[in-house]
């Protein structure tokens, strides 16, 4: 039987993060609701990433939601690092992004949620922050991308 936190299947997002020229995407599994009013929500970004960095000095990023279609990105965002693999340029030659309130975002992304840094802390391997939800774009229909399916497919343990 899975361990308590692997029987739910949950969505699977993208973090933009950007300061200045730089940007970088990965892959984020560790979002959720925090609060209805003020709308705000909680992301978990690992340690000693390229996306935390930009995260920290920035204060904002766009959290998107991916889409079943999208399971092909999995392994170029979340098992490279920004900081020797320039993830943008290589979805740029593709046209695989767009540009939404100043942030690289893709383009087949199902919606985006612009976040401002609330509160953050020490999680362990991550760094839980606490975002206000400042915004947000429904950009299409379809189904999302869930950990059962990146379990399914072997991209992720569990």
Excluded at 52 to 64: G, N, P, T
Excluded at 76 to 90: Q, R
Excluded at 131 to 154: H, I, P, Q, S, W
């Amino acid at each position: 039987m899975k361990r308590p936190w692997n029987r739910v299947d949950l969505p699977v997002y993208s973090i933009s993060s950007k300061y200045r020229n730089e940007n970088n995407l990965n892959i984020c599994t560790y979002v959720a609701g925090a609060s209805m009013s003020p709308k705000r929500m909680t992301v978990a970004i690992y340690k000693g990433t390229k996306t935390l960095e930009l995260a920290e000095k920035e204060k904002s990023i766009v959290a998107q939601l991916l889409s079943k279609k999208q399971i092909g990105l999995v392994k170029h965002l979340g098992f490279k690092t920004g900081f020797s693999c320039d993830k943008i340029s290589s979805l740029a030659k593709k046209e695989k992004l767009t540009e939404w309130k100043n942030f690289k975002v893709l383009k087949e992304a199902l919606a985006y949620v612009l976040l401002q840094e609330r509160n953050k802390m020490d999680a362990g391997d991550h760094i839980l922050f606490l975002y206000d939800v400042v915004g947000f774009y429904n950009n299409l229909e379809g189904e999302e991308l869930t950990l059962n399916e990146l379990r399914n497919k072997k991209l992720i343990r569990g």
